[in-house]
């Protein structure tokens, strides 16, 4: 049995972890120097930062090419590549929703398939001469969001307004913007659709440059969809308790995979082919994009934990009924984090659907929607390096060192992984309860505020 490929395989699941480390270390590079120009100081750490990002980009981008039929990094770990990045983004949010808030959920898998499928619809529509799904989806989330905002403002000068009755607002406005959105795509559509041409003859907006920016705009409007649809679930249901809120979110991801099944009957998405699976979807996600997305997520989940508004998610984890003392809304405090790492997840699904080019309703099935779930316990609740670690860890060792082993085994081998891992983390569970890692590295290490000292301790006069 030739177990060199495996010993290959582990050296590269070393590189990676050193490589992501590395990227971690550089992002937190602190030089301590401004440069002017003009009447504007910069730091030169954002200098730094950024040419060093790129940096770890170039690494990885010279590790995929081929140069005539030689590459460090093959087709399958670039596969792995993409699904770490988007596994990445998925565990981020889930922790932020359970490491940082405190909120058991099982429904970021359900936000991850309503992204995947929102975005490919787009794309695929778009690249066979409708754009309708693009029309129809930007303005949606954008006239929905606008009036979302606006309820919200009506709704802050009214005292105890239930819970039920505001939803139902923000549900009528929800409907209301698919209405107008609806309408708008019907009077847009045959202004673009000229320009689109067809699969086999693609217009002047359907290739090149402006297909980037469609995939790019289907990937955010796919993200804030997932977000809005996050939005209005949990504004009733996260008034549950957090036992009641994860079997909650267990329901809703059945109902989501429920829908994909039935996609070509029950809902308006013909190309979708319910459980038969949707293919055609163009494969535009490039390392490029995959790192981007996910150095974005990071940098945002990053500075939100370390804002006032993360330390009072922090506040609504360690004692709800302390903080609502404190004066916070611990309500809205909830619902931002839901919200947010629903909009992690939708940006995830964007990215793999035209990575992998075809979407199965199996793949988004609740059992796998547990993933996430290992992950953030692997690499620590609360922790944002060893979610980052454990992701790719649980991609290139358990998807594909071990798989790749039990295959040589025998061809039923695979199948094994299942049971080897609930058993990996009920050992977990008993030797390390807080998970692989607990701590922050680089980047994500909160600095250390020096304490003022005063004037008696400085040895100052007295002061009486």
Known sequence: MDFLPTVLSLVKIVVVIAYLYGLLWVLGVRVGKKITIGKQSFDISILVNALGALVAFFVVQLALTD???????????????????????????LNLIYGFNGQFSLGQWGFYGIGAYAAADVTYRWTNGDSRGLVVLGSGVVIGMIILVLINKALSNLRRMPVLSSFTLYLIGALFAGFLAVNVGRW???????????????????????????????????????????????????????????????????????????????????????????????????????????????????????????????????????????????????????????????????????????????????????NPLIIIVFGGLGSMTGTIVAAFGWIFFLEGSLRELLG?????????????????????????????????????????????????????????
């Open 67 to 93: 140069f005539n039929g030689f590459s460090l990094l093959n087709a399958f770990d670039a596969g792995l590549l993409y699904q770490a990045c988007t596994m990445v983004m998925v565990a981020l949010g």
């Open 188 to 370: 847009v559509a045959p202004f673009l659709d000229p320009y689109l041409g067809n699969a086999l003859g693609p217009g002047p907006l359907a290739e090149g440059a402006a297909l980037q920016v469609v995939y790019f705009l289907a990937v955010v409007f796919a993200g804030l969809f997932a977000a809005g649809i996050s939005f209005l679930f949990g504004l009733p249901v996260l008034s549950l308790g957090s036992d009641y809120f994860g079997i909650a979110t267990l329901g809703f991801s059945i109902v989501i995979y429920t829908l994909m099944v039935n996609s070509d009957t029950v809902l308006p998405f013909p190309e979708m082919k319910g459980g038969r699976g949707m293919i055609g979807i163009p494969k535009l996600t490039t390392w490029a994009w995959a790192f981007g997305f996910m150095l974005l997520v990071i940098i945002i989940m990053r500075n939100l934990i370390r804002s006032s508004t993360g330390r009072t998610i922090l506040s609504v984890r360690e004692d709800e009924i302390a903080a609502r003392a404190m004066g916070v809304d611990v309500a809205s405090t909830k619902l931002l984090a839901f919200v947010a790492g629903s909009l992690f997840a939708g940006l995830a699904g964007g990215v793999y659907a035209h990575y992998i080019g075809f979407l199965s309703p199996g793949a988004f099935d609740f059992l796998v929607g547990f």
């Open 408 to 464: 040589k085994i025998s061809t039923e081998a695979p199948s094994w992984r299942y049971v080897l891992y609930p058993l990996s983390l009920l050992l977990l569970m008993l030797v390390r309860p807080k998970g692989l890692l607990n701590t922050e590295w680089g980047f994500l290490k909160a600095r250390l505020i020096p304490l003022r000292r005063t004037n008696a301790q400085q040895g100052g006069t007295n002061h009486e």
